[in-house]
């Protein structure tokens, strides 16, 4: 048997941004609080993107990460570990990782979207994709018959900046939506800082990301064992720090509600 070249062990990792009081209270509020998972491994060799789907395929058939990797529960409303399975196929799509700077966002603040106090504007109620949406910043995430869709280009909206930023808009099932942008913004921001590796480049000392991010899914068929069924607010993130060999993995399934 040819022997896998990517094993994974648990790391002590510690993630204070994302177990602080303030952001666990921002998680609770859009029902992302018992939903949203963070675990870290080390892994054993040299990460190259064309090695994207091998490294997934290792990574999610590698005992370690099965008993350790947490999937939401929707008997239990828990997290709970993933446990023993056989997984037959992967999918694994390379995620930009480009941005350093958080004027990326400012273009929001512009008539009919979102005010310069940072208030949202408002819309009438209306289903998109199983969203309620009462606000023009959901509608400018989700359709592109929002009049403000082309304020960020297909290739922009796949940035992890602006995933995690839609993530934490969108929230889980009984999501309780801001009317202002600032805590989004912020707490994107945090987390983004503390997920991300970043080096100075030798050449010109200006500050580049070094991690790699896949977007990753283990699959039986045509069951997906994870993270879960196909939602827009299901999903799973491996960001890779090259350097020290460590990969957070960053999981949601939008699941059910509680009722």
């Not at 504007?121 to 359709?143: A, N, P, Q, W």
């Amino acid at each position: 048997m040819e022997k896998k070249k990517f094993k994974f062990e648990l790391s002590s990792k510690k993630y204070l941004t994302f177990n602080s009081k303030d952001v666990k209270n921002d998680l609770a509020r859009w029902d992302l609080g018992n939903r949203l998972a963070l675990t870290t491994f080390t892994y054993n060799d040299f990460f190259k993107e064309y090695e994207a789907k091998d490294f997934t395929y290792d990574f999610f058939a590698d005992p370690v990460v099965q008993h350790n990797l947490q999937v939401f529960s929707s008997n239990r409303q828990e997290l709970v570990a993933w446990g023993n399975h056989e997984v037959k196929e992967v999918q694994a799509e390379i995620i930009p990782c480009s941005l350093t700077s958080m004027e990326f966002f400012d273009r929001l603040y512009r008539p009919g979207l979102v005010r310069e106090g940072g208030s949202i504007y408002k819309c009438l109620d209306e289903d998109i994709d199983g969203f309620l949406v009462s606000d023009e910043l959901h509608r400018m995430i989700l359709t592109d018959e929002s009049e403000h869709w082309d304020v960020y280009s297909e290739e922009e909206r796949q940035e992890l900046l602006f995933l995690l930023f839609k993530h934490l808009v969108l929230g889980g099932p009984i999501c309780q939506y801001d009317d202002k942008i600032d805590r989004y913004l912020e707490v994107a921001k945090s987390l983004y800082k503390e997920f991300i590796t970043v080096q100075k480049n030798s050449e010109t000392k200006s500050i580049e990301i070094a991690s790699k991010v896949l977007k990753v899914s283990a699959w039986d068929g045509d069951i997906c064992w994870f993270p879960g069924d196909d939602h827009p607010q299901t999903f799973c993130y491996v960001i890779i720090n090259p350097i020290n060999r460590i990969c957070t993995v960053l999981s949601h399934d939008f699941g059910k509600g509680i009722w």
